[in-house]
């Protein structure tokens, strides 16, 4: 056995706080960039740098890796370097409304068009109102009157004279219309006069009054023209005026943004526009007195000259750099908003509000995949945007609502972005596998280890990670032996001696609870002693199950043997993970053999309690007693294995070695030592293979063996692989120092045998048998016992049916011989 058992110093790698030259992290500088992930850092890099279609960036890692504080800090370092992308604005179309127009402008210069334009209207607001209140307006417009009146007036005197010429005068009917009315004596004649005429006269009258309706409809087309007339007049006037009041206004700001087309066109279209409705810009207290609700009345005029200035970069320095933590559709793209008036629903291009892709048009978006895959219809519409390049503003109510709404279409506005996502492994593969754009779309993937090598230069960065943190949130600094510490937590966090834990929100908690402890002792700096604490104490807080169930085996309620020897019994190892805490317990494994030919019977699976990677261990098992003992003879043998006491599922092929040697055990009739622990997967080659959890599995042994007695006998069997594995605590440590508890590391089955047993596996010789009173002997011989048994069973169950084969003819021969006897005395 003992070359088999493991010294101490195997069992744990300190951390000499020698290897540090400070005394104090306060004499550390800051980190800079992030410690361990060498590959993502490459990847990121690249990511970033290259500037082609797809190549966006999917970050990927457990949670705890760094992921989101490292994006933040690399993509804005990066952004910081790249120019400030353009202003985005939406006008008023004034050819179709329902299409509002998308403006970019040098960063800064859109919020200085928007002012501009803001201070055009109230400009034109006092401009226009008083160059039409002015003297020279009136003039003008009294003598364009003036001269329509007079044309009006020499067209009614020549209808007049037309009238009396024959004989009728005209009246104004109630309708407006001008009637001809016959005359007599110089007054209107009367139906009775009317009625004395001759026919002759009658029809002679009747002739000159069409004459007259003729010439008076002719007279009233005049009057009309000239009214229209005066009306184009009226507007030319109009317009002259109100050019000369708003023409060298907009002509300042045509020459200010002459370098800008897009804009010049919408000036011009402006400039048409106020001339065509400059009534909006006038006072007219009767309009005003003639609506219903004045108060109520949005001012349009003021509404649709408005600039919409939708992304405003005059304060950026670089590029845009979004953290959307909501990435709702709308929130994504943008939305239109509504306001309701009066019962109706109304909006107009001011309503338009943009969404992350507009903030981060031109530089960096970073979201959380979970985030952006469980916001409705947000995932399709990220895609969208990404393979079309633009950003199209439309409503979910457009296609998902019964009822249609008018609603407006904003103009695209095109995009350049670079996207960064944060998700975990398995989010990265399912998109990748089951999303036939993901692959397109996202071309570079940076993933995160959680773990990296126990260097020097990255232990020294360690310590430059504590400084980071001191300094940022006001922590006591740590002094050599702290840092020390620290270092060997994370090499537990990741169960590796020549490896460290990146799993930095653990080591961060680690930092904030050992400060908060030498705040309590009056500490000035954290050294060991207040970090070794923080972990017993968070240990503390989360391991209450853990007691209870050495409760359980201290009172004998949960069945163990930690002393002795038994035949077919065995305990082994498993981990516990309840969350925000993992612990090790044994578990009492039992082995019954029989005679039999129905193989390994697995009870867990039987009463359907074991998972697949289980049974498949019970396989391997059949496979290595197939392959060790059954070349010459068949394996015929019945047996059960069974986890005691175990009410919940077992999974896992790392109990598959402790069956395979309650089995032997059962078979041989040979006891096993109860105060050693096994764990480890074994091969058909009876080969020992790597677990996880090694290092919480022995602690959790040792601490049922504590409140059970300790003997100096007990101890676990782990695999010589898992060697690399351990960081135990310091308790089972000095255990082990004393000779209280025994590690031992083995390669085989054999060898696992012989520590149970206290006897050697033993080689076949050169005749193929084993030595006698080796475990693979007493192995061979119980088997072939059984064969023997079977085969003389099978043979007895042979002769059977011969005899009663026999039995029948001498039944039959005495039958017919009386039956003989008979008929002769007949």
Known sequence: MEKYRVEVEKLYRKCDPEIFAFETTAEMPPLEGILGQERAVRATDF??????????????????????????????????????PDDWC??????????????????????VFSRDIHDLLEDLKEVIPKVFNTDEYERQKASLIKKFQEVRSVLMEELNKVAQENGFILKRTATGYLTPVPIKDDKEMSEEDFNLLTPEEREELEKKSTEVQLKSMEIVRRVQNEERHLKEQYRELEHKTGLHAVGHLIDELKEKYSSFPKVAHYLEQLQEDVLENLADFRDDEDEKQQLPFPWLKRDTTATKYEVNLVIDNKDTKGAPVVVESNPTYYNLIGRVEYENKLGMITTDFTMIKGGAFHRANGGYLILQAKDLLLNFHSWEAFKRVLKTKELRIETLAEQYSLFTMATLKPEPIPLNIKVII???????????????????????????????????????????????????????????????????????????????????????????????????ENKTVVSAAQVDRAIREKIYRSNKYENKLLEMVEEGQLLFDFSGEKVGQVNGLAVLDIGDYVFGKPSRITAATYLGRRGIVNIERESKMSGRIHDKGILIISGYLGQKYAQQTPLTLSASLCFEQSYE???????????????????????????????????????????????????GFFAACKVTGLTGEQGVIIPH?????????????????????????????????????????????????????????????????????????????????????????????????????KDGEK
């Open 47 to 84: 990511g970033l740098r290259i500037k082609r279609y797809g190549y966006n960036i999917f970050l990927t890692g457990h949670t705890g890796t760094g992921k989101i504080s490292y994006a933040r800090s690399v993509v804005q370092e990066m952004a910081e370097k790249e120019p400030v």
């Open 721 to 821: 692989q898992n060697l690399i594995n351990l960081m135990l605590d310091a308790e089972v440590l000095q255990a082990v120092r004393e000779n209280k508890f025994h590690i031992y590391a083995v390669k085989t089955v054999e060898e696992g045998m012989e520590i149970l047993t206290g006897i050697p596996a033993g080689q076949p010789g050169e005749d193929g048998n084993y030595p006698e009173g080796t475990i693979n002997y007493l192995v061979v011989k119980r088997l072939q016992e059984y064969n023997a048994l079977l085969d003389k069973q099978g043979r007895d169950q042979d002769k059977e049916p011969e005899k009663s084969e026999e039995k029948e003819e001498k039944t039959e021969e005495q039958d017919g011989g009386k039956d003989g006897g």
């Open 422 to 520: 944060i998700g975990n492994p398995f989010l990265y593969q399912m998109l990748y596998r089951y999303d036939e754009d993901f692959c397109k779309l996202f071309k570079v993937k940076a993933d995160f280890d959680i773990v990296m090598d126990r260097s020097a230069e990255h232990m020294a960065k360690m310590a430059n990670f504590i400084s980071t943190h001191c300094q940022r949130e006001g922590l006591r600094h740590f002094d050599r032996s702290g840092v020390a510490r620290t270092v060997e937590y994370s090499s537990r966090l990741a169960e590796h001696q020549g490896k460290l834990c990146t799993c930095f929100n653990e080591i961060v908690e680690l930092l904030y609870e050992a400060d908060a402890w030498a705040e309590i």
């Open 90 to 111: 939406y006008l008023y179309n004034f050819k179709n409304p329902g299409e509002p127009l998308a403006l970019n402008l040098p960063a800064g210069m859109g919020s």
């Open 649 to 699: 599922g077992v999974e896992g092929d790392s109990a598959s070695s402790t069956e395979l040697y309650a089995l032997l055990s059962s078979i041989a009739d040979v006891p096993l030592k109860q105060g050693i622990a096994v764990t480890g997967s074994v091969n058909q080659k009876g080969e020992i293979q790597p677990v996880g959890g090694i290092t919480r599995k022995i602690e």
